[in-house]
């Protein structure tokens, strides 16, 4: 029995060597693809800070950080993921979240607060092209300039590997884990598509926060499990209850 990892490629190889290293089998199906796009700032800001809430932004970046004066700047990142990529690619100042856009928000007005930033500082915002908030625009209700820059797509992948496929028709699959809204409704068309829906929601969907979750609920999935908090150590935990529960 197999263990269905939907999280885009590179990431989705070290979740595999954790699942791995916890005794699972894993098959991956990245149903998302990324997709850099090309960064032109022409707003002649003078930043205090940058903002990022996916590491795939500074991948997006990374070559240009140096020529674009960004790497002197302090990074606040939306958790730790993100903090390596931004220390990987040479930033030195780097500001860990909790985990999720909230939590971003809050430590970047939590920072103004203890005069880390200027009130009314002017932040760039690294970002993809498809955002689950507008944490520009509630920065900019407490006083802040917000420039946010697309550097990112992660476009929809199609179709399931043929062994994904054929995993859910032999009934070879667990459970499934996804990390965001988008890749959970990817995820639902291509199984779709494929044919393989009723198989692929008739078992445990393991989710990385409430907003995946919802939508794996509302498409009819009667297993959803939401980690405890959004980070990956919390959703392989809701994992093993999920297998638990199944055992029982």
Same mark, same amino acid.
């Given at each position: ?123 760039? $915002? ?25 550097? $990112? ?25 996804? $990390? ?69």
């Amino acid at each position: 029995m197999s263990i269905l990892v939907t999280r885009p490629h590179p990431e989705n190889e070290a979740t595999a060597d954790n699942l791995r290293a916890r005794g699972h089998v894993v098959l991956l199906a990245p149903v998302l693809k990324f997709e850099p796009v090309a960064f032109h700032d022409e707003s002649e800001a003078n930043y205090s800070a940058i903002i990022v809430t996916s590491a795939n932004a500074i991948r997006a970046v990374a070559p240009q950080l140096q020529d674009l004066g960004l790497l002197k700047l302090p990074l606040f990142a939306v958790g730790e993921h993100t903090a390596t990529a931004a220390l990987d690619a040479g930033f030195a100042e780097v500001i860990i979240a909790g985990g999720d856009s909230a939590a971003l928000r809050d430590k970047v007005i939590q920072s103004a607060r203890d005069k880390v930033l200027k009130k009314k500082s002017t932040l760039l $915002y690294l970002a993809g092209a498809d955002l689950s908030r507008d944490l520009g625009g509630e920065l900019g209700t407490e006083g802040f300039n917000v420039v946010t820059q697309t550097t $990112y797509r992660m476009a929809p992948v199609k179709i399931l590997p043929r062994d994904v496929c054929e995993g859910f028709a032999a009934h070879g699959i667990e459970a499934v884990l996804h $990390y965001s809204r988008r890749s959970a409704r990817a995820f639902l068309d291509a199984a779709r598509d494929e044919g393989v829906e009723i198989s692929a929601l008739a078992i445990p969907q393991c989710c990385l926060s409430e907003t995946v979750a919802s939508v794996l609920r509302d498409a009819g999935a009667s297993q959803v499990l939401v980690a405890a908090k959004s980070d990956e150590n919390a959703l392989f935990d809701t994992l093993e209850r999920a297998l638990r529960t199944r055992l029982a």
